[in-house]
């Protein structure tokens, strides 16, 4: 599986981005999903997963709330709807792909990851 993500881009705090990652390949709806980001300088973190079908997700505490991931099978495609967005949320976002477990939060799990796409968010 190989995927692209988009949709990143220069916003002010307390605007709002979707990003997308279009997955190649048919298994798509077999593969959960997740988002991470990475500051400068930081290690990359959990920011969201979701499960194959969509009906379950889950958030780190810094982005709960204000971020939501969602999915469309039918599109090969996973989202993040990001709103009231932090200078604390710029980062390089990176969806992720796993084909070890059904529904993972470990960064470790993760194994199909896409090229990232820049968010910054100016104060």
């Known amino acids: 599986v190989q995927l692209q993500a988009s949709g990143g881009g220069l916003v002010q705090a307390g605007d709002s981005l979707r990003l997308s990652c279009a997955a190649s390949g048919r298994t798509f709806d077999r593969i959960p999903m997740g988002w991470f980001r990475q500051a400068p300088g930081m290690q990359r973190e959990f920011v969201a997963a979701i499960n194959l079908s969509g009906g379950s997700t889950y958030y780190a505490d810094s982005v709960k709330g204000r971020f939501t991931i969602s999915r469309d099978n039918a599109k090969n495609t996973v989202f993040l709807q990001m709103n009231s967005l932090k200078p604390e949320d710029t980062a390089v976002y990176y969806c992720?792909?796993?084909?070890?477990?059904?529904?993972?939060?470990?960064?470790?799990?993760?194994?199909?990851w896409g090229q990232g796409t820049q968010v910054t968010v100016s104060s």
């Open positions: 992720a792909g796993s084909s070890r477990v059904l529904f993972a939060t470990d960064i470790r799990d993760y194994d199909y």
